[in-house]
Nanobody, 122 residues
Framework: QVQLIESGGGLVQAGGSLRLSCAAS????????VGWFRQAPGKEREFVTA????????YYADSVKGRFTISRDNAKNTVYLQMNSLKPEDTAVYYC???????????????WGQGTQVTVSS
């Protein structure tokens, strides 16, 4: 079992940066892969990035590659999403999710946070 809470969202101008945090419960956090997903109004939830249990492997959607960086600090039970060069199309509610294995497929993730709003103005 793991509980996830996202934070760090807000309003930023295009070209700016935000750092999101995903705080997790449980001493077994280090055994979970963690993914970030986002959902814009009227659109389906989409994959953004994921990191394996140790942080040694990452994967990014093409839309954010080179701009976003996922990392984790297992000692703090926290996963981070550093977002740079933000664009208006990045506006969405961002969710973190935990999986027993590393995956970009939403159905692989059994635990989800409540989300944090990111708004990028032009």
């Amino acid at each position: 079992q793991v509980q996830l809470i996202e934070s760090g969202g807000g309003l930023v101008q295009a070209g700016g940066s935000l750092r999101l945090s995903c705080a997790a419960s449980g001493r077994t956090f280090s055994s979970y892969a963690v993914g970030w997903f986002r959902q814009a109004p009227g659109k389906e939830r989409e994959f953004v990035t994921a990191i394996n249990h140790s942080g040694g492997s990452t994967y990014y959607a093409d839309s954010v590659k080179g701009r976003f960086t996922i990392s984790r600090d297992n000692a703090k039970n926290t996963v981070y999403l550093q977002m740079n060069s933000l664009k208006p199309e990045d506006t969405a509610v961002y969710y973190c999710a935990a999986s027993s294995s590393w995956s970009a497929v939403q159905r692989s993730y059994g635990y989800w946070g409540q989300g944090t709003q990111v708004t990028v103005s032009s």
